[in-house]
């Protein structure tokens, strides 16, 4: 093993999880460009190690979450029936799409996350027991509710439109299993827009949900024989440590300043993915 | 499991428990593998030492892999215990799903060429193409053949 290549990997996998931690997101969708286009690893090596390190920091960030009741148990499971379909799906297409495609949809989710980056995320309007009880909620019980510690008291909210929720899981499955990342690109505007849930229940749920999504996809990954040890390992682990320091410096750095090294990052990648997309990349060469 | 039927909030400290305790075994797992397989490269024959220590890590990343596996049947069993059949078959369903991937993974391997241990999304890859896999690390690559070897010994052992 090249211990040099393993600490790079290590590294920068810690660096990408810090830094997604920080916005409560996974690492992958910087994990993956980064290794593809400046680690010259193939693509499809790069989605499987990265699959592999979603799965780490949610189950890694999760537990806190769940003691402090933010997670949705039960939307989470109900959901899940939709993106593991969906990271089926995903696994299906994997080894057919050719690899420009792969470059390109890469490209549109990271600019897809830097207009999402650039509009300020609130709770959704209606976000309230007030609200009109959804006829799936009401009949699956999944209505809950959360502590608010700024008010002291449990925040009750419902669970509106789970038909249109659950096919834009799907959606977020499938692009979860075609790249690698844990796409809450797609699961943010699904809580927001569809089941429209105050932000801190969402973002905790997303993330429960996350884990099993990947693991549909990751264990046909890992049982085709695409997870690479040697990749996965030092990226699996890179993104544990990292997820513990991110969710540190949230609470440090403010949140503007966050916000712009996001966008600037995710530009720079997704300008280096189109590149690769169209075969003007500069890393073309055989070795 | 000696919990007593838990109420839906012990299930969540349950559950926090159960991914707290499997990252950390996973992790420690995939640590363990590849120090050892960083030292042994080092000081030692590397041919031996990457066919013993690889394997260590690929099993904290099939660890990995099968903890949100190992949630969602704890969250299965405490709800048939609560008799919330409605959301037993939920539970239920997500499993299979899951397991349906394994499947699909398992059958899209191409194991009936021992001749060439390498294979890359369910394509026997010719030992050049390889260098398609990894192109940046030469000494890198000599873990590929066995990497991929350990790996298919690992799955078949499952």
Same mark, same amino acid.
């Given at each position: 093993m090249d211990s040099g290549f393993a600490l790079w990997l290590f590294a920068v996998s810690l660096g990408a999880s810090a830094l997604g931690g920080m916005l409560g997101m996974a690492g992958g969708i910087f994990i993956v460009p980064i290794l593809a286009i400046f680690g010259h690893v193939d693509i499809h090596v790069a989605i499987g190690a990265s699959i592999v390190s979603v799965i780490a920091c949610s189950c890694g960030s999760a537990p806190p979450f769940l003691r402090g009741r933010l997670t949705n148990i039960r939307l989470a499971i109900t959901l899940e029936t939709a993106t593991t379909l969906g990271a089926l799906s995903g696994v299906f297409l994997f080894g057919v799409i050719p690899v420009s495609y792969l470059f390109f949809l890469f490209a549109v989710i990271l600019l897809v996350s830097v207009q999402q980056m650039m509009a300020r995320r609130g709770d959704p309007l209606g976000a309230s027991a007030a609200a009109p009880t959804g006829r799936w909620g009401a009949a699956l019980c999944l209505d809950s509710s959360y502590p608010e510690p700024d008010l002291g008291t449990d925040i009750a909210y419902r669970v509106q439109r789970l038909p249109m929720g659950m096919m834009l899981m799907f959606g977020a499955g499938l692009i979860s299993a075609l790249? !690698?990342? !844990?796409s809450g690109v797609l699961k943010i505007p699904a809580m927001d827009?569809?089941?429209?849930?105050p932000i801190k229940v969402s973002s905790a749920t997303s993330n429960f949900m996350i884990g099993v999504t990947a693991a549909a996809s990751a264990g046909a990954y890992f049982m085709r024989g695409d997870i690479v040890t040697a990749v996965a390992g030092p990226v699996a682990l890179g993104s544990v440590v990292g997820a513990l320091l991110g969710a540190r410096i949230l609470i440090r750095a403010s949140n503007a300043s966050i916000r712009l090294l996001f966008v600037v990052v995710l530009v720079a990648l997704a300008v280096q993915m189109l590149l690769q997309a169209f075969g003007i990349g500069f890393s073309k060469g055989p070795l | 499991m000696n919990h007593a039927t838990p109420r839906p909030a012990q299930l969540e400290w349950l559950l926090a428990g159960t991914l707290h305790l499997g990252t950390w075994l996973a992790s420690a797992a995939i640590g363990l593998g590849l120090a050892l397989a960083l030292l042994d490269s080092r000081f030692s024959a590397p041919k031996l030492a990457i066919l013993r220590d690889v394997r260590v890590a690929t099993v904290g990343i099939a660890l990995l892999i099968l903890l949100p596996v190992v949630r969602v049947i704890v969250m299965l069993i405490v709800y048939l215990r609560q008799r919330d059949y409605l959301f037993s078959v939920i539970a239920l369903l997500v499993l299979t799903i899951i397991l349906l991937g394994f499947a699909v993974g398992l059958a899209g391997r191409h194991s009936d060429t021992p001749t060439s241990p390498v294979q890359v999304r369910g394509e026997t890859a010719p030992p050049h193409a390889m260098q398609a896999i990894l192109r940046k690390s030469n000494s890198f690559l000599t873990a590929m053949p066995h990497t991929f070897h350990r790996q298919k010994f690992f799955s078949r052992q499952s």
């Open positions: 790249l !690698g990342i !844990g827009t569809a089941l429209r849930l | -």
